[in-house]
């Protein structure tokens, strides 16, 4: 089944940690995205790709990296996670066209003590 | 540049009233709108687009393009309609992300 999947989808880590986050998608899609959202509050992008070997910085400054070596894969690195990185993070993917679908994952909670 | 603006951080209305959730955007072009609904421990989906005219669990949204408005209406709420909405604007082209509204919570009242 067509879907995006992120893990882990809970994460508990200490500060100065390196940690990645997850996210793969079986829809096909060329443009995915990187968001971090604080439990119902606005959704900020932190990091963009149009395909593969693409990758854009987003709105909100970011300690993170990402990669896109593979279509369906878009991973986010925290060299060092820090108390400021707890939040969630949201992946998304879309279509070819600005009439298309955004579709979202189900989101990675982090927690750095 | 792109803006969407949702002047309301929380709508709280009872059940079987009306409700608006108001959406405006500034883009010069022709502008693409969604509105995405948030459920409380589901991930954010697609509620509807403009370009589709459909409804959606009874919600509508009209393009004005004269006022810059997408606001997003049903004439009865539900209990279950208890959620974070976000306005969000494309670009014809698709070439620009998503620019996203900063979210209404609406929370009906039995």
């Known amino acids: 089944e067509a879907d995006i999947y992120q893990t882990p989808r809970y994460l508990v880590i200490g500060t100065g940690k390196k940690i990645t986050l997850e996210c793969s998608q079986t829809m096909g899609h060329d443009k995915m995205y990187w968001y971090q959202q604080d439990p119902g509050m606005e959704l900020h992008l932190i990091h963009y790709s149009y395909g593969v070997n693409s990758t854009e910085k987003g709105d909100l400054s970011s300690e993170s990296t990402v990669s896109r070596i593979r279509t369906e894969h878009f991973p986010l690195t925290l060299e060092s996670a820090r108390p400021s990185h707890t939040s969630q993070y949201l992946c998304?993917?879309?279509?070819?066209?600005?009439?298309?679908?955004?579709?979202f994952g189900p989101g990675t909670r982090l927690t750095v003590l | 540049a792109q803006r969407v603006t949702q002047p309301e951080k929380l709508l709280s209305v009872f059940k079987g009233a009306p409700v608006e959730l108001k959406c405006n955007y500034s883009?010069?072009?022709?502008?693409?709108l969604f509105w995405y609904v948030q459920y409380s421990r589901q991930r954010l989906q697609l509620l509807l687009r403009h370009i589709s005219r459909e409804s959606i669990k009874g919600f509508t949204a009209d393009l004005n393009k004269g006022e810059t408005s997408f606001h997003l209406k049903k004439p009865f709420a539900q209990e279950e309609d208890s959620a974070m909405y976000y306005c969000?604007?494309?670009?014809?082209?698709?070439?620009?992300?998503?620019?996203f509204g900063k979210g209404t919570r609406l929370s009906v009242i039995a």
């Open positions: 883009y010069s072009g022709s502008p693409e």
């Open positions: 998304a993917s879309r279509g070819g066209t600005g009439t298309d679908t955004q579709y």
């Open positions: 969000a604007l494309s670009v014809h082209s698709g070439n620009t992300p998503l620019v």
